[in-house]
């Protein structure tokens, strides 16, 4: 307290006597002389070595600077007592820059609490100071455009005069007593406050100060000290719980100690450091250990691939052998690692690494594709695992090894591939698990990555509509009920199927029949679509007449189209089939090869060779027979569709990165090369990691197709072409 009306100092103030009806003439020397001796007594009064101010002296300060100003000139002294009031706190300054200097030679606590006493001391001279001189503020300062009484006395002087040649010190000492609390000292946690809430009120309502001055040094010395720490515990301690245990108590101290003593937003910044400093060298030996066992089991399903018979053992394997390896390792970071995100960013990496690499040649994309699809299609898996460990298995394939996969494109389009096969050829264990693993890739990927398989499944339940209302349509018009085979048609929409070859293949007259009646139905409910039939889609049940017994043929459109030419001929050259049926040799090959040299001889070939050549003859095998009375003949599967796939997904990226440069450009509309391939990698790394030489080539091509140009100036900037 300084100024007081209901006490009278024993100090009086009164060198100078005033009357009320008449003023006597103030000279500056005796009118400063008395205005001296009321700041030194302020100043006494800060430090409480004097009793406060009485009303009456207080304002006789503040009258004698009112009179001085006042006077008739050449007695107006406002400009000598304005360069007065600047030198008093410049004096004011120097003398408590100089007073705490002299003290840091004292204990840390003693250094800042003589830093929280000067600062005390400044908030009372930036109150009162002022007022006494305040009639300068009022005319003189304004008519001569000078700083005012409070910006000569304000925090940014005090910053400038004398926090910034004492910052250094006092923040070694609050660092210096952090380290000793750390080492098991007591301390004055209130001093170190109080100290640090000096260094935050000179901010003036921000945390710069406090951030620039303090706390950078704060968490660079707490890395240091915990970086050492790190380093001697995984030398010490016996398993990763005694360390981990080691780590939370640290924690613990640390978040009481900066609840205490520092401001509120450095306890989640330390934090964070620690968590760095201690758990970075546990989580880099553990990351090196789930990389090394991943990698071993990829490893050995290369060789187990390589030894095998190509059934696919091996990668289903694999598939499971990654779930229970993540499971395992999750299991151990939420437990005893705390679930601490070091642990869980280094699992991550490690499952990045091995979780991408190729098992004797298959992507990873393909090999998990290839695994859902055997579990949703195999009746024995169902028999086996049961139907809700199905559904746990693909959930976890989904939720756990996806989000892994960098190429996830390429998992969609094989997958895609798959979902195709067994919705077309009804393989499909359950609708429910399709829609649901569908569900679940949305939720993790996103609706557009799923948006064509769901369109799929919508159009196979829309066939069954289809479908009936054909039957429907047969029963109600008698003329065009009279075809010779029961026909099943399914209509699949474009967009959302994978491209198939569509060849112009002259079909029997019994299939031309069911394809004319069902395209007059079609025509009649929707009269602007256009039915393309892909017959390789296809599959026919025909009855071989064999001379030991009939045998039902479950077999493709083209295999049916071939057998059903043996009806008006026992003897057929290659030529002669491929000209009545229009194929192309290699899908002939194919054909041809699945009715004489695979596992069913339902043609015999002449010459007896295993490879089909533009030369043999081929007649029909009436001596077949089977134990079975219904086989199915599968065609061989086409070695380039692994090639065919990676074709599309690479056409697909294409566009892919043509858009996002588009996006990209548009909303930027100036944006230098460095920065458009950064932020289009950041756009694209959800579905695929983009080739940097990829997309230059794309920035290239929108620049010839004028989407983009570059800058005359800078040939490194581009600009977008409104």
Known sequence: MVFSDLQCSNTQLQ?????????????????WEYVKKGITKLRLVAEGSEPPFTAEEYMLLHTTIFNMCTQKPPYDYSKELYRKYRETCHEYYRDTCEEFITSTNQPDEFVLRELVKIWEHHKLMVYWLPGIFAYLDRYFVPREKLPTLNELVAVNRFHDLVYRRVNAKVRDAIVHLIDKERSGEEIDRAA???AVDVIVEIGMGTVNAYESDFESDLLRNAGEYYSRKASSWILEVKSDADYMSKAEECLRKERDRASHCFHASSEHKLVQRMQHELFEPLASIFKQKVTAEGATMVRDAAKDKASSDGAGLAEQLLVKNLIMLHDKHMAYVNHCFKNYYPFRKALKEAFDVFCNRAVAGISSAELLAAFCDNLLKSRRNEMVMGEQEIEETLEKVVSTLLPYLSDKDLFAEFYRK?????????????KDHEERILTQMKQQCGAPFTSKMEGMVTDLALCEDIHMRFQEYLQSNPNVNHLEMDLTVTVLTTGFWPSYKSFDVNIPEELVRCV??????YE???KHRK????????SCNIVGKFEPKKVELVVSTYQAALLLLFNTADRLSYS??????????DDLVRILHSLSCAQYKILIKKPNTKTISPNDDFEFNSKFTHRMRKIKIPLPRVVEERKEVIGNVNNDRRYAIDAAIVRIMKRQKVLGHLQLVTECVEQLRHSFKPDIKAIKKRIEDLVTRDYIERDKKNATVYRYIL
């Open 15 to 31: 060198d100078i006597e005033f009357t009320t009806m008449s003023r006597k003439l103030i000279y500056f020397s005796e009118g």
């Open 192 to 194: 170190v406050k109080k």
């Open 418 to 430: 798959r979902l195709a096969r067994r919705l077309l050829f009804d393989r499909c264990l359950s």
């Open 516 to 521: 004319e009646v069902f395209k007059g139905f």
């Open 524 to 526: 009649t409910k929707t």
């Open 531 to 538: 039915l393309t039939w892909v017959y390789s889609l296809g």
């Open 576 to 585: 002669e089939i491929a000209t009545r049926l229009n194929l192309n040799h």
